[in-house]
């Protein structure tokens, strides 16, 4: 299991599932689209529209494309 990044910050986070251990599943709140206060993810840094999350739980570290914001998919 790698450790917490150090750059976490607890003020900056994202609800997004996390693909490792998508341990919002059967989870009210979530299903529901609030903000969980369990199931909520670290988020690193940011590039446009892709976040950097790491999971508290599991750990895992991944790139979660938002389609929000500077580089999204373009609609016309």
């Known amino acids: 299991m790698l450790p917490?990044?150090?750059?976490?910050?607890?003020?900056?986070?994202?609800?997004?599932?996390c693909p490792g251990c998508a341990d919002h599943r059967g989870c009210t709140?979530?299903?529901?689209g609030r903000t969980c206060r369990d199931?909520?993810?670290?988020?690193?840094s940011h590039e446009g529209s892709r976040l950097h999350l790491q999971c508290p739980?599991?750990?895992h570290l991944w790139v979660h494309e938002s389609g929000f914001?500077?580089?999204?998919?373009?609609?016309a």
């Open 4 to 17: 917490i990044d150090p750059t976490a910050d607890l003020g900056r986070r994202a609800w997004v599932p």
């Open 29 to 32: 709140v979530c299903a529901g």
């Open 39 to 44: 199931h909520w993810r670290y988020l690193l």
């Open 57 to 59: 739980g599991c750990t």
């Open 69 to 75: 914001g500077a580089g999204g998919p373009s609609r």
